[in-house]
């Protein structure tokens, strides 16, 4: 298993400020994933974010919007930049291990008004 | 691109009943695997299927992968109120590393 420490665990903001998530793993990992998952959704794969090269992003997904972090093998920030209501959500970080399985933290719930 | 669909989205059932969720994707999968949320929880791994025909169980719960590995099942047996909650179905192409999640079916086990 994965210990992923994220926060902040909830957060209530202000349309128009940004929001920065972090993401602490208890060991070295290559990559790291930033989930969305809108209420009674499922799960968007926002960007994977690998050590020492940019995000990379999926479709829907752009940087300006959501810049992300990766400065070391356990940590990962992801901002929620200019937020906007259609941005409330739950935002997950991931981790692989043993194998293909996925290792989520426990989440920040985003309400923006 | 690969899609992912998941149903039924909700099943309501008496604790003791029988509860299969279903999914079925686009394309040809390299693996599926099933994760679990419980309400205000955070998706949990709780299998991963990459044989075609493949059948795996734990203790109540059975994964299936279906022979063209395009869909998949997780049927569980005599549901407890300790099984309620969100179960996703997740897939991996074949040319993608990108895992993508079914929308999910909530169960809900009235005792």
């Known amino acids: 298993s994965a210990v992923i420490s994220q926060k902040p665990s909830r957060d209530i903001c202000q349309r128009g400020t940004s929001l920065t998530i972090q993401c602490q793993v208890d060991?070295?990992?290559?990559?790291m994933f930033w989930y969305r998952q809108q209420p009674g959704q499922s799960l968007t794969l926002i960007a994977t974010?690998?050590?020492?090269?940019?995000?990379?992003?999926e479709s829907g997904f752009v940087i300006d919007k959501f810049p992300i972090s990766r400065p070391n093998l356990t940590f990962s920030t992801l901002t929620v930049s200019n937020m906007s209501p259609e941005d409330s959500s739950i935002y997950l970080c991931?981790?692989?291990?043993?194998?293909?399985?996925?290792?989520f933290g426990s989440g920040t719930q985003l309400s923006v008004l | 691109g690969q899609q992912v669909m998941q149903i039924p989205q909700y099943q309501h059932v008496q604790e003791g009943e029988d509860f299969t969720t279903y999914c079925n994707s686009s394309?040809?999968?390299?693996?599926i695997q099933w994760y679990k949320q419980r309400p205000g929880g955070h998706p949990v791994f709780l299998i991963q299927?990459?044989?075609?025909?493949e059948v795996k169980k734990q203790k109540r719960l059975t994964f299936q992968f279906g022979e063209a590995k395009k869909n998949s099942s997780l049927h569980i047996t005599a549901t407890q109120t300790t099984d309620v909650g969100t179960y996703f179905c997740?897939?991996?192409?074949?040319?993608?590393?990108?895992?993508?999640f079914g929308k999910g079916t909530s169960l809900l086990v009235t005792p």
């Open positions: 991931s981790v692989n291990r043993g194998g293909e399985k996925l290792f």
């Open positions: 394309t040809t999968l390299s693996n």
């Open positions: 974010a690998n050590q020492g090269s940019e995000a990379t992003y």
């Open positions: 299927l990459v044989k075609s025909g």
């Open positions: 060991s070295q990992v290559t990559m």
């Open positions: 997740a897939g991996r192409s074949n040319s993608g590393y990108a895992l993508n």
